[in-house]
């Protein structure tokens, strides 16, 4: 799982609640999958069809806070505050939900959450249950003289105990009864509605995931569901439906068996009729959801994105005699297509042009006796990637993002215009709920120096190898590892192996008080041709506070230093511009190692996102005092699609380099 950094967020945050729909990814609205495209970070439940899943971006954050019977791996309460912890840091989050949000999705508890954090929230409805399940099984909810009336109930309840009417639901035969989360609890509701009038004769069926290829539906009487349900071995999800329109089924028989207790697989004929019952402006429009016939099927699905981002950076930098100004925009175009054999592709290519003079040293003009600013122009192809998914294992194979928890190793330089991306193969595998485990192999590092051969070089052969493993111990801790085998062909002296653990997590002290922390240690040697023997630590410390919508951070960072190789700890391949000031003064850590102490207090008012940072830069072991830098950053989401983005970093130097100041302006559209 990625850990957003705080420096890489352009916007103020907001939160989307999306209903995903029943099941079949085919039927989720066109805004909820547009939103899923958009997304920053993706909540989403255990529900939710991989395949929507797989049309997220490939930088979004994606969190699995998916509930089983009898384990919940992430409360209620820690969800709500994973959805404001992030919407606080300026991202766009949304909170995928099955079916709709407001139908026993609990998306009234977090709408209220956010409110009171004062993060705007919107709503997307779904598809729910009751409506595809019964289209999917061939009988309506309502029909005239049959059923004039429906009611929807679950068959959960909260600790104060059973409060259900069962009385008034067994009253009416002429009203249909839909229970959700029901198969644990069969016994108890045929027992409850016949004492209370029912008759036991009243048709029933038991559809079990519902909307699905593989759906079941079984229909019988009242008195038959919990024998049915241990007769048929049924499992969740699982949709009970009570009523006499049940019996209209019958009429079906392409759709599901009559009553003679056989399971039929659903051959989903009714599927475009469910968004009429709901009357949700929904559509097919899910690039790629089912499998497609043939590879031409496949391309022909596909969805194309553009996206563009203005950029104005201003550089003054006392060690040079001319200031620097880029005005620049980027223009990148996305394709993905469809899936054939669990297979899909996507290209993406980037332009970088520039609104005016390249009054700047971009490594690639000549322009040396101004300020660097890395974003050179041209046209590169950005990512070009095959991807197989196949239940618990995903495997992409060509150019490609690899980030790698919160980028410290292992990033795509996001920040710049020009983005670092890898042609290598990775691999995820998810063996189990708690645990996920990444190894990627990179043959080559595409560098945000490109497109454009030069000094530093556009790109770098590379052997390397990359493992991560992730368990989830509690809601309130995760445990990672890593070891990252860096070999360069063409740069032998960045060629290292790093080996590291992570303790990270969050919980609530009070409510409205969240205490997040980080810690993190690791060991880094020379490797493969490095022509210098060193062995350097790694080590972080965070912590950090929220209340009221505020967070109050402090954070130590050790890179350590090798005196007698002359060597400190290095990351050639991080988000380098996330840690350790914007102000760039330390892409390079100085030989004598660093030491910094950052204090920040993030937030947001008025829908603007707003932080600020403090570091102290200290060398690791030699004393010297490297200055001091102030960073700060305002945002705002216009809408869905546009941000507007002013930041800033001035670095006072005392023993290493000279006084710099930046400022940046930027607005980005998605589409």
């Not at 009253?171 to 029901?182: C, E, H, I, S």
């Not at 300020?371 to 618990?392: E, F, K, M, S």
Request: with cysteine.
């Amino acid at each position: 799982m990625l850990s957003l950094v705080q420096s890489d967020i352009h916007r103020a945050g907001e939160v989307w609640l999306v209903g995903a729909g029943p099941g079949d990814p085919e039927l989720i609205s066109v805004r909820g999958l547009r939103l899923i495209r958009e997304a920053d970070v993706l909540v989403y439940d255990r529900l939710v069809s991989p395949q929507l899943l797989d049309e997220a971006r490939d930088d979004a954050v994606m969190l699995d806070v998916g509930k089983r019977p009898g384990f919940h791996r992430v409360p209620q309460h820690e969800i709500e505050a994973l959805l404001v912890k992030h919407a606080r840091r300026g991202c766009k989050v949304v909170r995928l939900k099955g079916g709709d949000p407001f139908i026993f999705g609990r998306g009234g508890e977090e709408m209220q959450t956010l409110r009171a954090a004062g993060i705007p929230v919107h709503i997307v409805p779904g598809i729910t249950a009751a409506a595809a399940c019964a289209a999917a099984s061939g009988f309506p909810l309502t029909q005239r003289k049959v059923a004039d009336s429906v009611c929807l109930t679950t068959a959960h309840h909260s600790d104060d105990g059973d409060d259900t009417d069962w009385a008034s639901l067994a009253a009416d035969p002429n009203r249909t009864l839909v229970f959700y989360m029901g198969l644990g609890s069969l016994q108890r509701i045929q027992n409850k509605l016949g004492s209370h009038g029912m008759s036991l004769n009243t048709p029933a069926a038991l559809i079990e995931n519902g909307s699905y290829a593989h759906q079941r539906t079984i229909t019988c009487q009242l008195k038959e569901i919990e024998q049915m349900a241990k007769q048929h071995k049924l499992k969740t999800p699982c949709l009970l439906v009570v009523g006499n329109v049940v019996s209209l089924a019958e009429q079906k028989s392409d759709a599901v068996e009559p009553a003679s207790h056989q399971v039929s697989r659903s051959r989903m004929v009714m599927g475009r009729t469910i968004a009429a019952a709901m009357m949700l402006t929904t559509a097919p429009a899910m690039a790629g959801a089912a499998q497609a016939d043939s590879i031409a099927e496949a391309l022909t699905q596909g969805g194309t994105s553009i996206s563009f981002r203005a950029r104005s950076e201003q550089v003054d930098d006392d060690a040079l005699a001319r200031d620097a100004l880029a005005n620049t925009l980027r223009t990148r175009l996305t394709y993905r297509s469809g899936s054939w054999k669990n297979l899909s592709l996507l290209v993406e290519v980037d332009n970088v042009s520039y609104l005016g003079d390249d009054s700047f040293n971009s490594t690639r003009n000549g322009m040396v006796t101004r300020p660097v600013i890395v974003d050179p122009d041209g046209t590169d192809l950005n990512q070009a990637a095959l991807r197989l998914q196949r239940d618990q294992l995903t495997l992409t194979a060509g150019r490609q993002r690899l980030l790698r928890e919160n980028q410290r190793m292992i990033g795509g330089v996001g920040w710049r215009q020009n983005e670092q991306t890898y042609d290598a193969i990775d691999v995820a595998y998810k063996p189990a709920e708690q645990w996920q485990l990444n190894y990627a192999w990179v043959d080559d590092t595409q560098r945000i120096f490109g497109p454009e051969a030069g000094v530093p070089a556009a790109s770098l052969d590379s052997d390397h190898h990359i493992l991560n493993a992730r368990w989830t111990v509690s809601p309130a801790m995760e445990l990672a590892a890593y070891h990252i085998a860096l070999d360069f062909d063409d740069a032998a002296a960045l060629s290292s192996a790093t080996t590291g653990l992570i303790v990270n997590g969050a919980f609530d002290v009070r409510e409205n008080l969240r205490l997040d922390y980080r810690l993190e240690a690791a060991q880094q040697a020379d490797a493969a041709n490095n022509p210098v023997n060193f062995d350097v630590d790694y080590h972080h410390a965070g912590l950090g506070i929220t209340h009221a919508g505020w967070r109050i951070g402090w954070a130590h960072e050790s890179l350590g230093a090798d005196s007698s190789a002359g060597v400190a700890m290095q990351t050639p391949l991080a988000t380098l511009h996330a840690f350790q000031g914007w102000a760039d003064k330390f892409l390079t850590t100085p030989s004598a190692g660093m030491r910094d102490n950052q204090f920040s207090v993030s937030g947001s008012v008025a829908g603007f996102a707003l932080q600020l940072h403090h570091h102290d830069y200290q060398a690791d072991g030699s004393g010297l005092d490297y200055g001091k830098e102030w960073n700060m950053q305002i945002g705002r989401a216009i809408g869905s699609r546009y941000t507007l983005t002013a930041k800033f970093a001035r670095y006072t130097a005392e023993q290493f380099a000279q006084d710099t100041s930046k400022f940046w302006l930027m607005a980005e559209a998605r589409f």
